[in-house]
């Protein structure tokens, strides 16, 4: 059996730049929990540090965990960009809404 959530996982923190030791301090893990995670495809992490790790990843947890989905399509992105706007404190949602609204005018 393929283990699509480890080599999604692999190839996303690939891109990022990380390294295993990287992304396991990011969400609170040990090198050989994720280690594992990529390439024995026996572990399944919890809800919690499959959250933690699409967040560091910049992914939804449905895009790991769906096998059909294999590529990080253009409505995954705009996705995980409303959730991160979402999480900001309102004074930094009213700059970044000036910012577009500026740049829309040029």
């Not at 769906?66 to 990080?72: I, L, P």
């Amino acid at each position: 059996m393929a283990n699509v959530l480890g080599a999604k996982i692999k190839e996303l923190r690939k891109q990022k730049g990380l390294t295993l030791e990287q992304l396991a301090e990011k969400i609170g893990s040990g090198k050989s929990y994720i280690w594992e995670i990529e390439n024995k495809g026996v572990k399944r992490p919890s809800a919690e540090k499959l959250a933690a790790i699409a967040k560091e990843l910049d992914v939804t947890t449905d895009y790991l965990i769906d096998d059909t989905q294999t590529e990080v399509t253009n409505d995954l992105e705009k996705e995980v960009l409303f959730r991160k706007f979402g999480q900001l404190e309102s004074r930094d949602k009213e700059k970044i809404m000036e910012m577009i609204d500026s740049w829309g005018k040029k």
